[in-house]
């Protein structure tokens, strides 16, 4: 089964700390991407990663991709409350098609 | 330039009625998706165009469902015989087309549909 997993699903964090979510993938690809949504909007794209060891950053935001380990991961430096939406992975399994994690609610506090 | 639109952004259905969903993809994109979304879910794929060939709608979850994309362009979800557990946010996504790296979709704002 293809099978995409994020962790944690819900996440505080105050602003300034630093934090990672997870996603882990249940077989082999090496096309994952990295999608933000706030509440009552579209997804809007982020990152995408299409080889293992994959680095990518963009301001407060660095994902990576270890394909070996069927693991991405999106790092948070320095949270700013404009950061705080839900985020999504999303991996190709190769049908074109994206399966999607569950989410993390992210939710900066000041 | 334009992104994926998608129309009405809003639907209240009696349950039982028939519901048309439309997509403009952006301009020159090959391949088109439609996903579902429900409340505090991730998206869930239902089906794939490439042009307007329909190419895979196994997550389509009944025969009440039907997407077309007849000139390779515009998609239309149909619904017929809503019921209530449709109710939900339909994304449509496009990307440029099979073999291009970065292969990235792009979604539009959604349909948010319940059906009372």
């Known amino acids: 089964e293809l099978k995409v997993e994020q962790n944690p699903l819900f996440l505080s964090m105050q602003e300034g700390k630093n934090y990672t979510i997870y996603c882990n993938y249940s077989?082999?690809?090496?096309?994952l991407y990295w999608y933000r949504q706030d509440p009552g909007k579209s997804l809007e794209s982020l990152f995408v990663?299409?080889?293992?060891?994959a680095v990518k950053q963009e301001g407060r935001l660095m994902a990576s991709l270890d394909t070996k380990a069927r693991l991405s991961t999106l790092h948070i430096t320095a949270a700013v409350h404009d950061l705080s939406a839900t985020y999504f992975c999303?991996?190709?399994?190769?049908?074109?098609?994206?399966?999607f994690g569950t989410g993390t609610r992210l939710t900066i506090i000041p | 330039g334009a992104g994926v639109s998608q129309s009405p952004r809003y639907k209240v259905a009696k349950r039982g009625q028939d519901v048309a969903l439309r997509c403009d993809p952006i301009?020159?994109?090959?391949?088109l998706f439609w996903y579902q979304q429900a409340l505090g879910q991730g998206p869930e794929f239902l089906t794939y165009?490439?042009?307007?060939?329909?190419?895979?709608k196994s997550g389509l979850p009944s025969d009440r469902f039907f997407a077309e994309r007849p000139e390779g362009s515009v998609s239309t979800l149909k619904i017929q015989r809503t019921q209530q557990e449709d109710s939900a946010v339909y994304l449509c996504?496009?990307?440029?087309?099979?073999?291009?790296?970065?292969?990235?979709?792009?979604f539009g704002p959604g349909t948010r549909l319940l059906v009372l």
């Open positions: 301009s020159g994109h090959v391949s």
């Open positions: 165009f490439q042009n307007e060939a329909q190419l895979d």
């Open positions: 990663l299409l080889s293992n060891g």
């Open positions: 077989t082999t690809s090496d096309r």
């Open positions: 999303a991996v190709d399994f190769g049908n074109e098609k994206l399966t």
């Open positions: 996504a496009s990307s440029l087309g099979v073999g291009m790296t970065q292969e990235t979709q792009y």
